[in-house]
Each structure stands twice: as structure tokens, then as C-alpha cells.
């Protein structure tokens, strides 16, 4: 089975840190996301990545950045962190063409900014 | 840009009851991919049944199963006797075929399973 790591379960940052998420697939995939959850609102796509140093920005974008400079590796970057962006942060990969095209999903960073 | 609904963001039954999740969605493409995740309090997103636009066919995974409406773009999901590990987040979703694949989510819906 193809596995997701995120790197933390929970983080808890301050206001203006720059904060790191890791996610590591196992499985060569070429396709990797971060969503993020929040009540009511579902999942958002915040930036996507098709290759290793290739990134596109989703629907949510403004306040994250991405690097993939390794394919099983695809980190989310908070510049600055802020309250707002208080969430649970949802790492995914995916293997286009097969014809049994699924997301695998890690099992989500908790993330609070005070 | 495609858009997913789901307008029951709470639903409680009865243990071996059966539940319907509605779904609607948005798109002017003719062919495309639909998906019901599941999220238990574990946070694990679990891929419960996969749709193929291009088949007619209701897809199937042992208790659950969809009614896939192409022309009404309706995607709902029943669950057939219902189990308490049933509970969790439910999430319907869909994907382009092609170009940029990425998932859309809809807002989930909460189905609490009660003994």
C-alpha cells in the first residue's frame, strides 16, 4: 500500500513564525498536494505539484509556499504564520494514467498559531 | 471551474439503518471521475467507491453503493445497515480526467452512527 508520511500530527507555532510541513510518499508518484480542512468548508486545495521543482498554485495559495526538490517530497511553507491559518493541513499523492486514479491522503497536521 | 455540494452537513441513524449522503456538482465536462472519502475521528482520509462518468453503471463496494445521475449531476451515497465504524466525515469529490488532476471537495457531512 502506498504511504504518506506527514512529519508532525500537531504543531503549535507563534504569530510570525515561519513554519515547515513535511510530507514523504513512498510510492513515485508524480502528483502531490496540500489541502487544507476546516469545518464547514471541506478540503481546499492550497498548491499543487506534477514534478520535482514544478508547482502550481490551487484555490487558497496567499500565505503558503511549496518546495519539491525531491519527488517523494513535497514540503508546505508558512512564511509568517497567522492566526487564520490555524487548520489541519492535509498532504496527498497520486498517480495519473493508471486507470484507477485515486488520492492517498497522510493522516493530517493538527496546526495551531497563537 | 467545477464545484461540489454537499447540503447535509449532520446526519444521525440508527445502527443497521440505511443512510443516503447527497452530493451535487458542477461541470461542463463530459467525462470525469467522482469519489465518497471517508474521514473516522482518526483523521485518515479512506477512499470508500470511485465513479467513471463514462459508465452507466452504479458503482458498488460491498455495503455502499451510489446513484449516479449524470444529467441531474447528483452523486449520492447510501449505506446499507450501518455499522457504529461507520461514523465519521464523508466527503464527496471530483476529478478531471485529464490535464490538471486534482480532487474537488465538497463541505463533508457528519454521519454519526448510534447503537
Known amino acids: 500500500d502506498v504511504k504518506v508520511t506527514q512529519s508532525s500530527r500537531y504543531l503549535v507555532k507563534r504569530t510570525g513564525e515561519k513554519v515547515f510541513l513535511e510530507c514523504v510518499q513512498d510510492?513515485?508518484?508524480?502528483?502531490m498536494f496540500w489541502y487544507r480542512q476546516d469545518p464547514g468548508l471541506g478540503l481546499r486545495l492550497i498548491y499543487f505539484?506534477?514534478?520535482?521543482?514544478?508547482?502550481e498554485k490551487g484555490d487558497i495559495p496567499e500565505g503558503y509556499s511549496v518546495s519539491r526538490e525531491k519527488k517523494e517530497r513535497f514540503s508546505l511553507i508558512l512564511e509568517s504564520a497567522s492566526t487564520n491559518q490555524t487548520s489541519m493541513y492535509l498532504c496527498?499523492?497520486?498517480?495519473?494514467?493508471?486507470?484507477?486514479?485515486?488520492?492517498?491522503f497522510g493522516s493530517g497536521t493538527q496546526l495551531s498559531v497563537l | 471551474a467545477q464545484t461540489v455540494t454537499q447540503s447535509q452537513p449532520e446526519m444521525s441513524v440508527q445502527e443497521a439503518e440505511t443512510v443516503t449522503l447527497s452530493c451535487t456538482y458542477d461541470t461542463s465536462e463530459n467525462n470525469y471521475y467522482l469519489f465518497w472519502y471517508k474521514q473516522p475521528p482518526s483523521r485518515q482520509m479512506i477512499l470508500v467507491i470511485r465513479q467513471e462518468a463514462y459508465k452507466q453503471q452504479n458503482a458498488t463496494e460491498n455495503r455502499f453503493s451510489v446513484n449516479f445521475q449524470k444529467a441531474a449531476k447528483s452523486f449520492s451515497l447510501k449505506i446499507s445497515d450501518s455499522q457504529l465504524g461507520d461514523t465519521a466525515m464523508y466527503f464527496c469529490?471530483?476529478?478531471?480526467?485529464?490535464?490538471?488532476?486534482?480532487?474537488?471537495f465538497g463541505q463533508g457531512t457528519r454521519l454519526t452512527i448510534n447503537p
Open positions: 496527498a499523492s497520486f498517480a495519473p494514467g493508471q486507470g484507477n486514479e485515486k488520492l492517498f
Open positions: 505539484s506534477y514534478d520535482v521543482k514544478m508547482k
Open positions: 469529490a471530483f476529478m478531471k480526467p485529464w490535464g490538471a488532476q486534482k480532487l474537488v
Open positions: 510510492m513515485d508518484h508524480e502528483n
